[in-house]
């Protein structure tokens, strides 16, 4: 979920940190945090309309489905391991 969300909800790396320190003193895992933080710049509005204009339609759906994906599994490598 917190993958989903952080596509959306693009925040510089230094606004994310309190709104996942109150995240995380409220039970989110850290697996979850660590998906968000990748989400987020992977996704920021800037890159996304650039990329959009130079891949096109099709690989830019398949660039958001990599993001969500690889930073899915990174946070669930994270809980995994810590």
Known sequence: MAATIGVPLYACG???IPLLQRWMWEGMSLGSAAAFMITGP???ITNLGALKIAMG???FALYIGFVMLFSFLSGMIVNLVL
Request: aromatic content about 12%; hydrophobic content about 20%.
């Open 57 to 59: 339609w099709k690989r």
């Open 42 to 44: 992977a996704t920021k």
């Open 14 to 16: 230094g606004g994310t």
